[in-house]
């Protein structure tokens, strides 16, 4: 399928996981993608799968940390202008830390929302422009299964993805007769970096009991516990592109039926 051959895209936390799937997937399909990471050595291993694959002639990237104002409306602003316009911005990147609330510091809680919340909001309120102008835009926020469902220790993480997810509603609503889409897509059980990490992230005496509710009833490639990132990317895509055209100012949920 060449369903963004004629399509611009910017992807945030685009240097590992769900990020790097669907850049690999956009390209895949034709379009031209501006990845934007805070990790270079992750958009090295990005450009290089796309270089494997024979796309990267179609990919830019940028090191950005979304959370700072300056740097969004410099590479976003950079981005339009060398690919043209914009049709899509993907709101991928995130960070996660895990505490028992009481001992949460407020330097953790405000950089996870500086993070997760504030820099989807700078991503996007940059991009809008560009977005309005295509007359088709669409703004994909990840807003993780904790916007939705009960995630221990995970306090200020849940806030920030709670955060977006209203955010998005509020975009879908206002934009819509300019003809801006925004959907909401919401991961679980996925094998992402950030993930995989989450046990190890754990505070002491945590109750492993309580995250039985997040086990994944599908397997992933290869009968893994967790799903791929490609398997959400593939949603990404649909989602971003005509194919999705009368889905917007709501979820999807990805969690391999952990919550069903």
């Known amino acids: 399928m060449q369903r963004f051959s004629d399509r611009r895209a910017i992807v945030t936390g685009a240097g590992s996981g769900i990020g790097a799937a669907t850049v690999?997937?956009?390209?895949?399909?034709?379009a031209a993608v501006a990845a934007f990471d805070i990790s270079a050595a992750g958009l090295a291993a990005t450009t290089a799968a796309a270089e494997e694959a024979g796309t990267?002639?179609?990919?830019?990237?940028?090191?950005?940390?979304?959370?700072?104002?300056?740097?969004?409306?410099?590479?976003?602003?950079?981005?339009?202008?060398?690919?043209?316009?914009?049709?899509?911005?993907i709101n991928v990147a995130a960070v996660q830390s895990c505490s028992h609330t009481h001992e949460t510091s407020l330097d953790e809680w405000n950089r996870t929302l500086a993070v997760n919340l504030?820099?989807?909001?700078?991503?996007?309120?940059?991009?809008?422009?560009?977005?309005?102008?295509s007359g088709h835009g669409v703004v994909v926020n990840f807003t993780s299964t904790a916007a939705t469902f009960a995630h221990p220790y995970m306090?200020?993480?849940?806030?920030?993805?709670?955060?977006?997810?209203s955010f998005?509603?509020?975009?879908?609503?206002?934009?819509?007769?300019?003809?801006?889409?925004?959907?909401?897509?919401?991961?679980?059980?996925?094998?992402t970096a950030l993930a995989n990490s989450t046990l190890d992230k754990m505070p002491e005496g945590y109750d492993l009991?309580?995250?039985?509710?997040?086990?994944?009833?599908?397997?992933?490639?290869?009968?893994?516990?967790?799903?791929?990132?490609?398997?959400v990317a593939s949603v990404v895509a649909m989602v971003a592109s005509d194919d999705?055209?009368?889905?917007?100012?709501?979820?999807?949920?990805?969690?391999?039926?952990a919550h069903a």
């Open 209 to 231: 009991g309580l995250w039985t509710k997040q086990t994944p009833l599908l397997h992933g490639k290869d009968n893994e516990i967790l799903g791929d990132p490609s398997a």
């Open 155 to 165: 306090a200020a993480y849940a806030a920030s993805k709670g955060g977006i997810l």
């Open 56 to 89: 990267a002639k179609r990919l830019t990237t940028a090191v950005v940390d979304i959370s700072l104002e300056d740097e969004v409306i410099a590479a976003v602003d950079t981005a339009v202008t060398e690919m043209g316009g914009l049709e899509a911005l």
């Open 168 to 191: 998005t509603h509020s975009l879908a609503l206002e934009y819509a007769k300019q003809g801006l889409r925004a959907v909401n897509i919401q991961p679980g059980g996925v094998s």
């Open 244 to 257: 999705g055209a009368f889905i917007t100012g709501t979820e999807i949920r990805l969690d391999g039926g």
């Open 118 to 133: 504030t820099g989807t909001f700078l991503m996007t309120r940059q991009a809008l422009p560009a977005l309005l102008k």
């Open 24 to 30: 690999a997937r956009l390209l895949d399909e034709g």
